[in-house]
C-alpha cells in the first residue's frame, strides 16, 4: 500500500508575514474556505500570541473551518501557547504547533540558551501544550543546520513529552536535497519514537530547492510537507504546495505515496491568493503561470497537436482551469451566471452572489461579451468596494497637457458624506490627494501602482493595485472598473481602508495594554 503524505499549508501563517502578503480578516477567511477546498490537511492560521489582530483571524477561521485541522504556532512559551489554545477553541479539529530553535548559531546569538536549557524547555512547553490540545506539533527551528545528534535528542524529548507531530525546517533555505534526505533517514534511523509520528518538513526557498528539498525529503520518509500557495513566504519564500502536489502526480513512479490534495482546485486557489496580495502571476510560474500550457515554438506547436503528451506532462484540466471559455452578456439571467459561477470553482453565499450579479448586470451595459476573467475579477475584487470605513460616492476629474488635475472626491464615511477638491500632477495624483483630504491618514509610503486589463479587447475593464507602507506594513488595494481613473480610486481607498484599520486597531491595542 502507498504511503499517505499529509499536506500542512502555512499560507496565512509563513506566507503572510512576507513583506506585502498582509491579508484582511475576510480575505484571510477567503483563503481558508480555498484551502478547505483544496483538501489540505492541516491550515495554520496564523500566529495568534502575535498580535491581536492575528488572533483573531486565528480564532475567526477556526470557527469557520470544519472539514481540516486549524494551528496555531507558538512558541515554547506558556503564553504563547495559551493564546493558541484560546484561539483555537472553537475549531473542530485544533492543533498548537510549538517551536524553538535548534541550531548552535540561533541557541548562542538569538535565544541564549545552552543547549541543555533548550531540551528542559522542549519537554517543560510540549508537556504544557498537550494538556491544552490534544494535537500538537513540535518545530526544530533551523534544523537542518542543527548539529544531527543534538536534533535526534530534541525530537526525542518532544515525542515522549507529548508532540504527535515533528516538524523538521530548512528555515533559511541553506540545504539541498541530498542533505534533506539524509537528514530524515538519518532521524528516523536514531529516534525509533518516530515511528507513527509524523514527520514534517519545512521548506524556505532562498537557494531556489524549496520544491526539490519537500519531495527528497518525502523519499526520506517524511509524512507530512508544509507548502503556501504560490510558495508565498519570508524571504524567497516557502515551498510552493502547487508544484509539490503536481510533482507527487505526475511522478508516482518516484514518489509511491498518496495525498487527498484535489489538484482541480489549485489554479483557482492561486488566483485567489495573487489577486488578495495584488500581485500578477509570473508568466513562467510552473504549475499556474500563463505560459505554463502555452506552446508557441513551431516544432512543439506540431507536436502537441499531433499528441498534448509530446509536450505537456499534466493537462490544463488537472489544475481546474477551465476547458471551455462561456461568453455571456446583457441577456444572461441569474441561472446562467451561477451555474458560470460553479463551474469556475466559486461558491457564494446569498448576499455576495447578489452583489456580484449586480455588478455583472452593471458590466453588461458597458461590455459586449464578459468572459471568464472578466467574471472571477468581478468576485475576486468583491470586498474593496463593500468594506472600510470609506467608501467611494462619486467622482470627478479634469486633465490637461497644459495645466495641472483637478479631482472633486465624495467619500462616504459612517453614511455622512465627505467631499474635497485637490490639484495633482495628473488625474490619478490629483484624486488620491483629495482622498488623503478627507482621511487624513497617518503618514505612509506610497510603495506601488500597476494597472494591467483583465480580459481582451478595447472595452476590458481595468483592475488596479496600490500598495502603501505604514508602521513597515504594506497594504495592498484593489480596484476594478472599465473606467481605469474609477479603478484606480477605489484601488486607493481600498488599501487606505486597510491602512486606517490597522492604524486605529493598533492605537486601541496600545490603550489596552
Known amino acids: 500500500m502507498k504511503s499517505r503524505v499529509k499536506f500542512f499549508d502555512t499560507t496565512l501563517r509563513d506566507g503572510e508575514?512576507?513583506?506585502?502578503?498582509?491579508?484582511?480578516?475576510?480575505?484571510?477567511?477567503?483563503?481558508?474556505?480555498?484551502?478547505?477546498?483544496?483538501?489540505?490537511?492541516?491550515?495554520?492560521?496564523?500566529?495568534?500570541?502575535?498580535?491581536?489582530?492575528d488572533f483573531r483571524s486565528v480564532a475567526a477561521v477556526a470557527e469557520r473551518i470544519k472539514d481540516c485541522e486549524?494551528?496555531?504556532?507558538?512558541?515554547?512559551?506558556?503564553?504563547?501557547?495559551?493564546?493558541?489554545?484560546e484561539a483555537l477553541r472553537k475549531a473542530v479539529s485544533p492543533r498548537i504547533h510549538v517551536f524553538i530553535a535548534t541550531s548552535p548559531i540561533h541557541m548562542e546569538h538569538k535565544l541564549k540558551l545552552t543547549p541543555d536549557r533548550v531540551l528542559e524547555t522542549v519537554s517543560e512547553m510540549v508537556r504544557y501544550a498537550k494538556k491544552r490540545c490534544p494535537q500538537i506539533e513540535f518545530s526544530a527551528e533551523d534544523a537542518m543546520r542543527s548539529d544531527p545528534d543534538f536534533l535526534a535528542e530534541v525530537v526525542r524529548i518532544a515525542i515522549a513529552s507529548g508532540a504527535d507531530v515533528i516538524n523538521i525546517p530548512d528555515t533559511v533555505g541553506y540545504s539541498t536535497p541530498h542533505e534533506m534526505r539524509t537528514a530524515i533517514e538519518r532521524l528516523r534511523a536514531a529516534v525509533?519514537?518516530?515511528?507513527?509520528?509524523?514527520?514534517?518538513?519545512?521548506?524556505?526557498?532562498?537557494?531556489?530547492?524549496?520544491?526539490?528539498?519537500?519531495?527528497?525529503?518525502?523519499?526520506?520518509g517524511a509524512t507530512q510537507a508544509e507548502c503556501t500557495i504560490n510558495g508565498l513566504g519570508e524571504r524567497a519564500g516557502n515551498a510552493p504546495l502547487e508544484e509539490v502536489a503536481m510533482a507527487i502526480r505526475t511522478r508516482p513512479d518516484l514518489y509511491p505515496v498518496e495525498t487527498v490534495i484535489d489538484t482541480t482546485q489549485i489554479f483557482m486557489a492561486s488566483k485567489v491568493v495573487y489577486g488578495i496580495i495584488g500581485r500578477t502571476v509570473p508568466i513562467n510560474k510552473p504549475i499556474i503561470g500563463t505560459n505554463a500550457f502555452a506552446h508557441e515554438a513551431g516544432i512543439h506547436q506540431h507536436g502537441v497537436l499531433a499528441n498534448r503528451s509530446t509536450y505537456e506532462i499534466m493537462t490544463p484540466q488537472s489544475i481546474g482551469i477551465p476547458d471551455k471559455q462561456m461568453v455571456l452578456g446583457k441577456h444572461?439571467?441569474?441561472?446562467?451566471?451561477?451555474?458560470?459561477?460553479?463551474?469556475?470553482?466559486f461558491t457564494l453565499g446569498k448576499e455576495d452572489f447578489e452583489s456580484c450579479f449586480a455588478r455583472f448586470k452593471e458590466l453588461c451595459d458597458k461590455k459586449k461579451d464578459v468572459t471568464d476573467k472578466d467574471i472571477e475579477a468581478l468576485v475576486r475584487n468583491r470586498f474593496p468596494e463593500e468594506s472600510g470605513q470609506y467608501r467611494l460616492r462619486n467622482f470627478s476629474v479634469h486633465?490637461?497637457?497644459?495645466?495641472?488635475?483637478?479631482?472633486?472626491?465624495?467619500?462616504?464615511?459612517?453614511?455622512?458624506?465627505?467631499?474635497?477638491?485637490?490639484?495633482?500632477?495628473?488625474?490619478?495624483d490629483a484624486a488620491y490627494r483629495a482622498v488623503d483630504k478627507i482621511i487624513s491618514p497617518p503618514e505612509y509610503g506610497f510603495e506601488d501602482y500597476v494597472i494591467q486589463s483583465v480580459s481582451e479587447g478595447k472595452d476590458?475593464?481595468?483592475?488596479?493595485?496600490?500598495?502603501?507602507k505604514y508602521a513597515d506594513r504594506l497594504f495592498v488595494g484593489r480596484g476594478l472598473s472599465t473606467d481605469v481613473i474609477e479603478a484606480s480610486i477605489l484601488a486607493y481607498i481600498h488599501a487606505q481602508n486597510k491602512l486606517m484599520a490597522y492604524y486605529n486597531q493598533t492605537k486601541e491595542d496600545r490603550i489596552w495594554q
Open 332 to 345: 444572461s439571467g441569474r441561472h446562467a451566471f451561477e451555474e458560470r459561477l460553479r463551474e469556475l470553482g
Open 460 to 468: 476590458t475593464m481595468g483592475e488596479v493595485m496600490t500598495t502603501l
Open 192 to 220: 525509533p519514537e518516530c515511528e507513527g509520528i509524523d514527520i514534517s518538513v519545512h521548506c524556505h526557498n532562498d537557494l531556489g530547492m524549496a520544491t526539490a528539498n519537500t519531495l527528497a525529503g518525502i523519499l526520506g
Open 399 to 428: 486633465a490637461s497637457n497644459s495645466e495641472a488635475a483637478t479631482a472633486v472626491i465624495s467619500l462616504d464615511i459612517d453614511g455622512t458624506q465627505h467631499e474635497e477638491v485637490a490639484l495633482g500632477n495628473g488625474p490619478v
Open 70 to 85: 486549524v494551528a496555531s504556532l507558538a512558541r515554547c512559551s506558556k503564553d504563547d501557547i495559551d493564546a493558541s489554545y
Open 17 to 53: 508575514q512576507a513583506p506585502g502578503c498582509s491579508m484582511s480578516l475576510q480575505e484571510k477567511i477567503e483563503v481558508a474556505h480555498r484551502l478547505e477546498l483544496l483538501r489540505v490537511d492541516v491550515i495554520e492560521a496564523g500566529f495568534a500570541a502575535s498580535s491581536p489582530g
